[in-house]
């Protein structure tokens, strides 16, 4: 419901297995190689993703990919492989870094970056890979990927005329959600105020196809369609000038997605955190980045660039997070 079918699955949802298939100690830290603690944060959340990892240590997309040249899979296989074989306490990430402006052209690898911006770029540049020889795909088709059936879900936007009550819904693919968080103490007050509808009047009116001009409208965003991973950014940036927003905002260990869906009724829909990405720093232009993941192990470590220690779910829950990830 809410797109057309896609006319291809690109990877078999059966295929996907949340839980890891192979239980070790956390694998080796991460050299920073000038500024690049926050590529560092987001390279490690995605190595204690299960589903991810449990199909990149397959080998499966290494096997049947023929991409010439930069693909984003292929250096996030090997890094994986690298990251939890090694018997090294910690690796340098050169493969990634080597590649940098064909992940995203705004990286520099001597230059600070925003790992929000990254988390993007890499699960953007996985998504390409992923689509690589197949062409004339339709939407639909392209949400098939292993990147997509892992960390896609589907939001949808109801539009509503406050004139003649006319409702018009929209959906979007999304593989991760930005929060506001300037009004809001807690992850879950965040979600609620993201769904909660908006007056939207002006420069932003709608035009209302029954009344045939341009009216004031509420709009309402809800998560349509749960993803297996839900990645959520705190948005601490005040606004373009760095200044940056330095509140707590609680999370906790076990989510609930079920209050923020479109339909409401039904099970809950529990999703277990299992990796946190914290900013220091007085500034969002300037600081340092590091992350709390849930090894294989099912124990917490504090992963700072070549640091690996592990540490207790207080520890955990006690950060000022900029990045969440939560798997169901």
């Known amino acids: 419901e809410g797109m057309t079918p896609p006319q291809r699955i690109l990877f078999s949802p059966v295929e996907i297995c949340m839980d890891w298939q192979q239980r070790q100690r956390p694998g080796a830290g991460l050299r920073n190689l000038g500024s690049t603690c926050y590529i560092n944060v987001v390279l490690q959340c995605l190595t204690y993703t299960p589903p991810l990892t449990n199909y990149l240590l397959s080998r499966e997309h290494s096997r049947l990919c023929f991409q010439q040249g930069f693909c984003m899979m292929c250096i996030m296989e090997a890094h994986v492989r690298k990251v939890l074989r090694s018997s ?66 589907l939001l949808k936007s109801r539009v509503t005329c406050l004139r003649c009550q006319a409702a018009s819904d929209f959906y979007k693919a999304f593989l991760h959600i930005l ?29 209302c196809s029954r009344c045939e001009k341009k009216v004031t409208i509420s709009k309402r965003v809800t998560v349509h369609h749960v993803p297996k991973v839900f990645a959520v950014c705190l948005e601490r940036a005040a606004d373009h000038t760095g200044k940056k927003i330095s509140t707590f905002v609680e999370y906790p260990e076990y989510l609930d997605l079920l209050p923020y869906m479109s339909d409401t009724a039904g099970e809950p829909l529990l999703y277990s955190l299992y990796a946190v990405v914290v900013h220091s720093g007085d500034t969002c232009l300037d600081g340092h980045f590091f992350c709390y993941t849930k090894a294989s192990n099912g124990l917490w470590y504090k992963m700072d ?21 939560y798997a169901r």
């Open 88 to 153: 090294a306490s910690a690796i340098w990430p050169r493969a990634v870094i080597k590649d940098l402006k064909l992940i995203g052209e705004e990286f520099e690898p001597d230059t600070a970056g925003d790992a929000f911006e990254f988390l993007r770029c890499a699960l953007k540049a996985m998504q390409r890979a992923c689509l690589s020889g197949s062409s004339n795909l339709d939407i639909s088709s392209q949400t098939t990927t292993i990147v997509h059936q892992i960390f896609g879900g």
């Open 179 to 207: 929060l506001d968080i300037k009004e809001a103490s807690s992850l879950t007050a965040a979600l609620k105020d993201f769904v909660t509808p908006k007056k939207l009047d002006g420069k932003n009116c709608f035009k």
């Open 305 to 325: 660039d070549e640091s690996v220690d592990n540490c207790g779910i207080h520890a955990v829950l006690r950060q000022q997070a900029y990045l969440l990830f």
